[in-house]
């Protein structure tokens, strides 16, 4: 099952793409989660990362840890209408799939920001039972985030 919620920001697409290709960044727009190490730099393709999320885990505190290794990274080009893609895959141990985020261009100072995810439970409980409520977490996590992302760009963050 997709999930995907998309929002409208007022940057160039390059400036989005920054944002939501380096996961190092997310956890300043992205609630409830911290970014829990596995690159340096970059990021590459073939990077392995994990971000962790629940209440308190800025603190220290335990959380969901998802792993994931990076697939696929396009740059966005707004002279070229090239949309930028990076896509992820998941590795577990609590969820299984596929994410990314694609930036396409609209013009010289606004881009559309699309957040996707194939992603689903690992476990014995089957896909078909858990889906319904991954979707509903997903959309509402997609929706709060993109929102924070876009107040974060609007006021010119870097």
Same mark, same amino acid.
């Given at each position: 099952?997709r ?38 730099s970059?990021?590459?393709? +073939?990077?392995?990362?994990?971000m #962790?999320?629940?209440p308190? /885990?800025?603190r220290?505190? $335990?959380? !969901? ?30 969820l ?21 995810e194939?992603?689903y439970?690992? +476990?014995?409980v089957?896909?078909? #039972?858990t889906d319904?409520? /991954?979707?509903?977490?997903? $959309?509402? !996590?997609?929706g709060?985030?993109l929102?924070?992302?876009n ?8």
């Open positions: 099952m999930v995907e919620s998309a929002r409208l920001v007022p940057v160039e697409a390059s400036v989005a793409y920054a944002w939501v290709a380096d996961p190092r960044t997310h956890p300043r727009w992205i609630p409830l989660t911290r970014f829990d190490g596995g690159m340096r970059g990021p590459e393709v +073939g990077d392995e990362f994990t #962790v999320s629940g308190r /885990v800025r220290g505190a $335990r959380g !969901l840890a998802d792993r994931m290794v990076v697939e696929e990274l396009t740059r966005p080009s707004t002279a070229a209408g090239r949309v930028g893609r990076t896509r992820l895959r998941k590795l577990g141990p609590v299984l799939g596929d994410a990314g985020f694609d930036v396409v261009p609209v013009d010289a100072g606004r881009c559309r920001v699309v957040w996707w194939e992603a439970l690992a +476990g014995p089957p896909r078909a #039972v319904p409520a /991954v979707g509903l977490f997903l $959309r509402a !996590l997609m709060v985030s929102a924070r992302l107040r974060r760009l609007a006021r010119g963050a870097r």
